[in-house]
Structure formats: structure tokens, C-alpha cells
């Protein structure tokens, strides 16, 4: 059965692929699943029809058959634990793994939600500087540990699993925040995993949402 997920119809980003459909559909890329993609408005999101697949009114969500689910890391361990190619067979590299993909989640993408809410919805507050400092100062700390754990390797523990899958689409959320060039090896550790031709799928697929809105006058 076809998976349909969903997206945002007009992505803030402009379709630079930082929406976390993105996620999805690189997962998907890589194991090599056709799905459907639903595109959905913000009015939409918050209306009882999506919410009844997703409680927070948000995307992205995925349907299979009888099958809803919401959340991308559970999104993504679905796609990972049902497909070959994203999670190892070996079952302690497999844990192991899947500690990545809780790590990406619990303990590198919330300072970095953080800092772009500090930088998107706080910046008329006389706080301002002082919070987006502070914030700053922990997404810093857990770059410098990843980039020591990263080390020289190509991807967290040995082969690419959902663990670099998620890790990347996370720190790419700090392009352009000039952060990241302090870890040459965590720059080369996004690039790899963007130069993989799944992922290069992905965001074409989500980028062509943005152009063709665009060509309609829309964006
Ligand atoms: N924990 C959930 C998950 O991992 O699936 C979080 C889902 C979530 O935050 N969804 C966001 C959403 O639906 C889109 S991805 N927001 C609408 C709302 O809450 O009303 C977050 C996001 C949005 C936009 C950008 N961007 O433009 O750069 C980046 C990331």
C-alpha cells in the first residue's frame, strides 16, 4: 500500500527543505517507497479533520491502510523497522542506532528549536540578545560533543542509518545561523548526507511545492 503524508502547502522556508516532511520523504527515498503526498494549509492544520491525525494540528503525519501515525521520529522508525536499508540488522548496531535517532530528537534538536524560536518569534523582546546568547552558548555544547563523537568517521556508528537521517536533517536546521563552521566535520557530515541521491529526491520533491507556487504567482 502507498503511503500519503503530509505537508505544508506554502512552507515557510521556501522550499529549502527545513519542514520536517523532509524527513519523512528522505526516509522514504532511501528504502525505496513511493508515497502520496498530501499538502495541507495552516488553516487546515488546526481543523478537526487533521486533527483527528495528528493532535497537535501539525505536519507531517502518515497513513498507511489502517495504519496513522504523527510525530517524524515514530514516522521514521516505522519506515526504518518495516524496510530494509535505514536501521542495521545486527541488533546491538541496531539499538545502537536507534540511540541516535533518540539523540538527534532529545538532545540536539530542542536547543536548536530553541534558537529558532529565539530567532523567529522573539525579537522584539528587550531580552532578546541575552536569551539568543544563551541559547546559543547550548546548541554550541552539544555541537562540540558531537563533533568529538563524530570524529573522523562518515556516520555516527559505522554504516548510514535513520540515526546520520535524522542528525542531519536537525543540524541543517542551523544553515545560515553561522554556527556550524566552528566543526569542519560536522559541515562535511551534512554535506554527505545531502549528497546521497535519496535525499537529493526528497528535497527536489519538496522544493518543486515551492516552484510551482511560484510559477502560479503564488509565492
Ligand atoms: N515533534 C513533531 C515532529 O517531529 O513531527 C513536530 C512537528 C512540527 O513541529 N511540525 C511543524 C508544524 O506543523 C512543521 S516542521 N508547524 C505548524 C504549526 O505548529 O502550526 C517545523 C518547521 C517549520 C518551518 C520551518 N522553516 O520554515 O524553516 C522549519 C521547521
Redesign the pocket.
Known sequence: MTPTITA?ER???RG?G????MRVRWALEEVGQPYHVRLVS?KE??ESAHRKLHP?????TYEEGDLTL????A?IFHIADRHAGLLPDDANARARAIAWMFAA?NSVEPPIVER?TAVLLERDKSWHAERLAIVEDRVQVRLGELSSRLGRADWLDDAFSAGDLLMVTVLR?LNGAGLLEKYPNLCAYIARGEARPAYQRAFDAQLAVFTKLKSRGLA
Open positions: 505544508f512552507s515557510p522556508d529549502q527545513l519542514a520536517r516532511d495552516f492544520m488546526k497537535f494540528g501539525q505536519i507531517p504523527f510525530e517524524s521520529g514516522i530528537l529558532s536546521r
